[in-house]
């Protein structure tokens, strides 16, 4: 009986050991903000978010070849801007898929969203056109998509 009882309890042990041991974050899910996740998931927002910068850029340089800062320095400074959030998107993607878990990736989404808040200010500032702010809005929604997943700040909102 006694041996009954002692093997029961160190079975049970045992089995709590594996519990406290496991990896909550394998390759393939992690939470975030109570939700599970998977790289596809993630991976699908990322692709989506460099979809809509691009398109952005486009309207983002039309709008700007139209306006009053049309050929002057502040229009190079911005376009150089709105091009390095691009450069940076492109970089997320590609390097996303290099890393075995979907976290690993939550410095360079922070420098993306350090840049999208960069940009969010001119948006606020200037009017570009509907087509331009209507791309930023959906730009803005996948950024903070993502944000929400890394659990980090939304864009413009200064953490």
Sequence with gaps: MK???L???V???ALALVFVFAD????????ARGKTYT??????VVKRVETRVDNFVKNFDDSLDKGKLDGTERE???NKRARNLENETDRLERDFDKQDRWIDNKAQVRKVLDIASDLDRTMKNRK???TTEANWSRV?????TLAKIYNLGNVGSGS
């Excluded at 790289?39 to 699908?44: D, L, P, T």
Aim: with cysteine; glycine share 8%; charged share 30%.
């Design 3 to 5: 041996d009954n009882v």
């Design 7 to 9: 093997k029961m309890m």
């Design 11 to 13: 079975g049970c042990f």
């Design 24 to 31: 909550s974050s394998d390759a393939q899910t992690r939470k």
């Design 39 to 44: 790289k596809a998931q993630v991976g699908n």
């Design 76 to 78: 190079d400074e911005l």
């Design 128 to 130: 570009l056109g509907k």
């Design 140 to 144: 803005k929604y996948e950024l903070n």
